[in-house]
């Protein structure tokens, strides 16, 4: 990790921020089409997780995505411009901030529906690995989606199919206005990995290099094997990955 990485995480995670008060800004000043879901405090995950990728990997995110957004490289002038209800809007204006897509950067999906995106992603995932190009897909969820049915189907068909795609929970205690420890039963959510027989670890997702290590490990290791052969020891086993991050959400 180079002290240019740091500074380059650190002004993405300043971008995010800034761009965010400008959103909710723009709220106050009810310039805003439909809802918006800000993710402060959130901003390391989106940053991290998005440094292990290539540009050729997919990502799915939630109505919470502009970080993640931010961080693939989405334009600001289209993500604002989408927020109004633009024409210009890297959604046409459609569909305002919960829904930003953009398929150049391979940002296949932004899903207002809690745990719609990780179905896409595992199907994401499947179609890379039937054609062997080597790409690993990553989705975006929070908490409160852990509880939900699909989520529990797709990391056992991830499982099942050996699907090379990273679930990343973005774990900030609240799902809406309720607490975890009121619709789980635990407070590791990363176990929720293990029934499936895919490796799980939580992470502090306020530390933006353990994010980015952790994330980076479980590239590696879900990416198939033949693709890196020039970048040192191939794991013996490729398959999904559970990482969740705990980190706090700021409310205003
Ligand atoms: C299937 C479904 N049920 C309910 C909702 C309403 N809803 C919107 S956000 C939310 C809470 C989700 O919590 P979590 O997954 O922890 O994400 P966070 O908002 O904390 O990032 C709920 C229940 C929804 N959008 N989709
Ligand atoms: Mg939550």
């Not at 930003?100 to 932004?110: E, F, K, P, S, V």
Request: proline share 4%; aromatic share 8%.
């Amino acid at each position: 990790m180079t002290t240019a990485q740091l500074k380059h995480w650190y002004t993405e995670m300043l971008r995010i921020r800034l761009f965010e008060d400008k959103t909710q800004e723009f709220v106050l000043r009810n310039l805003v089409q439909g809802t918006t879901h800000l993710c402060q405090g959130q901003e390391a995950v989106s940053v991290g997780v998005i440094a292990a990728l290539e540009a050729k990997d997919y990502v799915t995110m939630t109505y919470r995505g502009h970080g993640q957004a931010l961080a693939r490289g989405m334009s600001m002038d289209g993500i604002f411009a989408e927020l109004m209800g633009k024409r210009s809007g890297v959604s046409l204006g459609l569909g305002g901030s919960m829904h930003l897509t953009d398929a150049r950067l391979n940002m296949i999906g932004c899903f207002a529906i809690v745990g719609a995106g990780l179905p896409v992603a595992v199907g994401a995932a499947m179609s890379a690995k039937l054609r062997g190009d080597g790409r690993v897909s990553v989705t975006f969820f929070g908490d409160g989606a852990t509880n939900i049915g699909t989520f529990h189907e797709a990391l056992n068909m991830a499982s099942v199919w050996k699907a090379p795609v990273i679930f990343v929970i973005e774990n900030n205690l609240y799902g809406e206005y309720t607490p975890m420890r009121m619709t789980a039963p635990i407070d590791d959510l990363a176990e929720r990995a293990q029934p499936f027989r895919m490796p799980g670890v939580v992470v502090d997702g306020n530390d933006v290099a353990k994010v980015y290590a952790a994330a980076t490990e479980a590239v590696w290791s879900a990416r198939p094997t033949g693709i890196k052969v020039t970048r040192g020891p191939i794991p013996a086993s490729t398959g999904p990955k559970l990482r969740s991050r705990r980190g706090w959400r700021v409310i205003r």
